[in-house]
């Protein structure tokens, strides 16, 4: 028959195995998330939402789904020049943000370094703020979880094998 303690000891042993399989895939989607934070980047987005018509579900669908082309996150602010403004999406800065980068002006676009720019017009302005993806923290706190479960399953079985004298 089967000891059930033994059968608990191997399957932490196998979670602390394959932990290590979602740290690594998370850190090449951050790398790769990382690469994509450039003005290249930021000015392909802000020129999709200069084309899009600027209604509220249209702008955020863009956004999700060049967050999860680009492997970035993805934030856009419009402001109105009536004193409205609306924000869609949020972003994980990279690197220092209080660094003053003098913008590099072309005609009504401005790059405020490489993960900002912006667009003026008449009748609004558009801030695109690009930064590190999501997705790689929540992979690699799957990974982490899995180590820490594997850990608990060794120690619970070591335990419950002493302690019930097996």
Same mark, same amino acid.
């Given at each position: 028959?089967?000891? &059930?303690?033994?059968v608990?000891?191997? =399957?932490?042993?196998?979670? +602390? $195995?394959v ?7 998370a850190?090449?989607? %951050?790398?790769?998330s ?19 018509s600027?209604s509220?579900?249209? $702008? ?9 082309v =680009?492997?970035?996150s993805?934030e856009?602010?419009i402001?109105y020049m009536?004193? %409205? ?11 220092? /943000? %209080? ?6 002006v ?9 993960? #900002?720019?912006?667009?003026?017009d ?10 590190? #993806? ?9 990974? $982490? /979880?899995?180590l ?5 399953? +060794? ?5 419950l &094998?002493?302690? =019930?004298?097996v």
């Amino acid at each position: 028959m089967v000891n &059930k303690y033994v059968v608990l000891m191997y =399957l932490g042993a196998i979670l +602390i $195995v394959v932990s290590p399989i979602p740290m690594y895939y998370a850190y090449q989607v %951050s790398s790769v998330s990382y690469n994509n934070v450039n003005a290249t980047t930021c000015l392909t987005v802000l020129h999709r939402v200069i084309n899009a018509s600027l209604s509220g579900n249209e $702008v955020n669908d863009l956004v999700n789904h060049l967050e999860r082309v =680009l492997l970035v996150s993805i934030e856009v602010r419009i402001y109105y020049m009536n004193g %409205s403004s609306v924000t869609y999406g949020s972003f994980i800065p990279i690197g220092p /943000t %209080s660094v003053f980068i003098t913008p590099a002006v072309s005609g009504s676009i401005e790059v405020f370094g490489r993960s #900002a720019c912006a667009y003026a017009d008449q009748n609004y302005i558009i801030y695109v703020f690009i930064g590190q #993806a999501y997705q790689p923290l929540y992979i690699f706190g799957v990974g $982490v /979880t899995l180590l820490i479960l594997g850990l608990v399953l +060794i120690i619970l079985s070591d335990y419950l &094998k002493d302690r =019930l004298g097996v």
